[in-house]
C-alpha cells in the first residue's frame, strides 16, 4: 500500500497525464537535455581512428594475396618440365609454416607504411631486361639513373629561380590612373584589395574600383573632405569599412567607403601649455594609421609635438597621448608614426631625426630610444616594421634608408645612402615574403627620373629598380593579397604594377573591360511620375517603351532642345527674314548701302544745293517767319589784325 501511494503522489495519472498532453502543456516541467561534448568528441576520435586502422590492414593483406599468387606463379614456372616434385612431410611443412609466420611477423614488426612494388621487393631485376647493346629499363628508375639526376637538377634549378626575390616582383604590366596635376600625396587600398583612394595636393581624394572600372580607367567619386587642406595620409582600417584622412588641418576626419563623414577628431585649446590636458590636436597633423588589431583605434601625430591615439566611437576625446621630448627635455615634433604589427608599440619619427618607441599601455617613458638616428633637422618621413615584427625599417630626410633591430636598438643594421629625398611623406615599405624593402627616390623637374628602388632585407644590396616617370616617387605600396605595387608620383599619376602569372584581381579586372560608349539620348529622357488619382486630363501616358519615347521626345522641338531653322521669305512672328534675319542686316541691305558710286562724297551732296535754295521744302519754310539773318565775320588781312592790336601786346624789337 505504501508503494502504491508513493507511486501515486511520485507522478501524474493517466487521465492528468492525457489531459496535459492534449492542452498542450506536457512538456513543460520536463528538463531540457544536456550533451557532454568532451564525450561526443573522444568518440568521434576513436571511430575515426579505427576505422583508418582497418583500412591500413586491409590494404596491407591485399598485398600480401598479390605477392603470394605472383611467388606461386613464378614457382610453378620456373620447375624444369617432366620432373616430380617432392612433397614436404608434415613435420616439415610445420616448422615452414613456423619459421614463415614467424618471419612474417618480424616483416610486419620491422615495416612501415605500405609495402613495396613486387619488382622492387625482388631487387629491381624483373623489369631490366639486358641486351647486346644499350640497357633499356621496363621498370621504374634506380635511385642513381643520369636521367633522374639531370631532371632533379632541372627541377631545383627552377626552385632556385622561384625563391630568388627579384622574380617575384610583379612589374610586367602597368597601368596609369589620372588623379590630378598636382602630387599624389597618399595611398590607400583597402584589405581585400576592391578599392583604391588617392589623395594630393589639389586637396582632392578620390575612390577607384578595380571591379568596377573599364579601360577608361576613371574614378567613380571625387570629394574634398577637408576643404582647402593638403592630404597627408590615407589608410582604410583592418575591416576595410572605414577610410582615415589626415590633411594639413588640426582635426582627422573618418570616412566611410562612399566617402561620407563617419566622425571628425575635436580640435584642443591651442592657449593650454601642457598638451596633455587639451581633447584634441592644436596644430598641422603629419601623419595617422590605423591599429592593426583593434577596427576602432587609430592614431594621428601633430606640429603640436604630440602622439594621441583615438577612439571612432568617442570623437570628442582622445584616448592617450605619447609627447616626444629631445635630450634637454624639450618638445619635438612627430613627422611620422606608425604601430607595430601586434600593435604593442607605438613608434614616431621626430624633426631632430630620433626614433622614440613607447609601450601602447605606458605613454610616460619610452621603451626604445634612438637619439642619432638620422640627422639631426630632418624630418623622417616614414616608419615601417617588418611582418616578421623583428626590425624596423626608416626613411630619413638626410637621403637614407635605415632598418634596426628592435631587441638591440642602439645601432643600425643597415645603411643605405644618395635615395634623394624632397617631400615629407616618401614611403618604404616591406615585401611580402619578408625579404625586400622598397622606397622611391625623387628628383628635381626635368633633371631625371623618378625610380623604385628595392634593397635585399639581408644583404642590404640595390637588387633591382624601376624606372617610373620624370618626376618624384613619394608613395608605395606593395599589398600582399594581390601581389601588386601601387605607386605614387609628383606630377600627379598613380602607377599600378603587376604580372598576370605572380598578381591577382587588382588592376588585372579592368583591363580587359573595354571602355563603354556613352549615349547620347540618354539627356532626352525624363522620370515617369505615377499620380493615379490624377484626372484623365491631367494623367500622363503611361510609358511604355524607352526607344518610343525616345522616339517621340526627338520630334519634339520643346525637350530636344531643336534650335529654330532659318526665316524663309519676308519674315514672321517679330523675325526678319533678310540676310540672316536681323534688324541691322536689313538696315545695311535697305538703307545705309546706296548702290550708287558717286567717287566724290561732297560733289554729290552740293550737287542739290541749288535746287535747295531755289525751292526750300523740308527745312527752311518751317523757320521762314522766325529764322533770324545770318550774319558772318569778315574776313580781314593779317596786317590789318596786327594794326588792331594793342600796344602791349606788340612785340619789341
Request: glycine residues 8%; contains cysteine; hydrophobic residues 30%.
Amino acid at each position: 500500500m505504501d508503494s502504491r501511494g508513493d507511486e501515486e503522489t511520485s507522478g501524474p495519472s493517466g487521465n492528468e497525464a492525457d489531459m496535459a498532453s492534449v492542452m498542450g502543456f506536457s512538456g513543460f516541467g520536463k528538463k531540457a537535455r544536456t550533451f557532454d561534448l568532451d564525450a561526443i568528441f573522444e568518440q568521434t576520435r576513436r571511430t575515426a581512428i579505427e576505422r583508418s586502422q582497418k583500412a591500413i590492414e586491409e590494404r596491407e593483406m591485399e598485398d600480401v594475396r598479390k605477392q603470394c599468387a605472383e611467388a606461386s606463379v613464378s614457382s610453378k614456372t620456373s620447375g624444369p618440365s617432366g620432373r616430380s616434385k617432392a612433397v614436404p612431410s608434415a613435420s616439415s611443412r610445420t616448422q615452414e609454416s613456423a619459421s614463415s609466420s614467424d618471419s612474417e611477423e618480424d616483416s610486419e614488426e620491422e615495416q612501415i607504411g605500405p609495402p613495396l612494388p613486387p619488382q622492387m621487393a625482388r631487387g629491381g631485376t624483373a623489369g631490366k631486361q639486358e641486351s647486346d647493346g644499350d640497357e633499356e629499363l621496363v621498370g621504374p628508375l634506380p635511385p642513381g639513373s643520369r636521367k633522374q639526376e639531370e631532371d632533379s637538377s632541372d627541377e631545383e634549378a627552377a626552385d632556385e629561380e622561384d625563391d630568388t626575390p627579384v622574380k617575384r616582383i610583379p612589374d610586367t604590366h602597368e597601368i596609369t590612373l589620372q588623379h590630378g596635376n598636382k602630387t599624389v600625396s597618399a595611398l590607400g587600398l583597402d584589405p581585400s584589395g576592391a578599392r583604391l583612394v588617392t589623395g594630393g595636393y589639389d586637396y582632392d581624394v578620390k575612390f577607384w574600383d578595380f571591379a568596377g572600372m573599364d579601360a577608361a580607367l576613371q574614378a567613380f567619386r571625387s570629394l574634398q573632405p577637408c576643404e582647402c587642406h593638403q592630404i597627408k595620409s590615407l589608410q582604410y582600417s583592418i575591416t576595410g569599412d572605414v577610410l582615415l584622412v589626415v590633411a594639413g588641418n588640426a582635426q582627422a576626419k573618418v570616412l566611410d567607403r562612399d566617402g561620407f563623414q563617419v566622425m571628425e577628431c575635436v580640435k584642443g585649446d591651442q592657449y593650454i601649455v601642457d598638451m596633455a590636458k587639451t581633447k584634441g590636436h592644436t596644430a598641422m597633423l603629419n601623419s595617422g594609421c590605423w591599429h592593426p588589431k583593434t577596427k576602432e583605434e587609430f592614431m594621428t601625430c601633430s606640429n603640436d609635438g604630440t602622439v594621441r591615439t583615438w577612439d571612432v566611437n568617442n570623437e570628442k576625446n582622445h584616448k592617450s597621448v605619447f609627447k616626444p621630448r629631445s635630450q634637454q627635455g624639450k618638445k619635438v615634433v612627430p613627422t611620422c608614426c606608425t604601430y607595430s604589427r601586434d600593435g604593442k608599440l607605438v613608434a614616431a619619427g621626430c624633426q631632430d631625426g630620433t626614433i622614440q618607441i613607447w609601450d601602447r599601455n605606458l605613454s610616460v617613458h619610452t621603451k626604445f630610444h634612438c637619439r642619432q638616428a638620422h640627422a639631426p633637422g630632418t624630418d623622417t618621413s616614414c616608419l615601417a616594421f617588418s611582418y616578421d615584427g623583428t626590425q624596423l625599417a626608416s626613411r630619413g630626410g638626410d637621403d637614407t634608408l635605415k632598418t634596426w633591430d628592435i631587441r638591440n636598438f642602439r645601432k643600425p643594421l643597415n645603411v643605405a645612402t644618395e635615395l634623394a629625398t624632397v617631400f615629407p611623406m616618401v614611403d618604404c615599405c616591406f615585401s611580402p615574403d619578408d625579404k625586400l624593402l622598397v622606397t622611391g627616390t625623387s628628383v628635381k623637374k626635368g633633371e631625371g627620373t623618378g625610380k623604385l628602388v628595392f634593397f635585399d632585407r639581408v644583404a642590404f644590396q640595390k637588387v633591382y629598380e624601376i624606372e617610373v616617370t620624370s618626376a618624384s616617387v613619394v608613395r608605395c605600396l606593395w599589398h600582399p593579397k594581390l601581389n601588386q605595387i601601387m605607386v605614387g608620383t609628383g606630377n600627379g599619376l598613380a602607377k599600378v604594377y603587376y604580372d598576370p602569372v605572380k598578381s591577382q584581381r587588382g588592376a588585372m579586372l579592368c583591363v580587359v573591360k573595354s571602355k563603354r560608349k556613352e549615349k547620347q539620348a540618354e539627356t532626352l529622357t525624363q522620370d515617369y511620375i505615377i499620380t493615379p488619382h490624377a484626372l484623365p486630363m491631367f494623367r500622363e501616358a503611361r510609358q511604355r517603351s524607352t526607344r518610343k519615347q525616345l522616339e517621340k521626345d526627338r520630334l519634339d522641338p520643346m525637350k530636344s532642345h531643336k534650335p529654330e531653322p532659318p526665316v524663309s521669305g519676308p519674315g514672321r512672328g517679330g523675325r526678319v527674314g533678310m540676310h540672316g534675319g536681323t534688324l541691322s542686316s536689313f538696315i545695311v541691305k535697305n538703307i545705309a548701302l546706296d548702290k550708287t558710286d558717286d567717287s566724290n562724297p561732297r560733289e554729290a551732296i552740293l550737287r542739290h544745293a541749288k535746287e535747295a535754295a531755289t525751292n526750300p521744302y523740308w527745312v527752311a519754310p518751317a523757320y521762314s517767319r522766325t529764322q533770324p539773318d545770318p550774319v558772318f565775320a569778315e574776313v580781314e588781312s593779317e596786317d590789318e589784325e596786327a594794326d588792331k592790336e594793342p600796344e602791349w601786346k606788340k612785340r619789341k624789337i
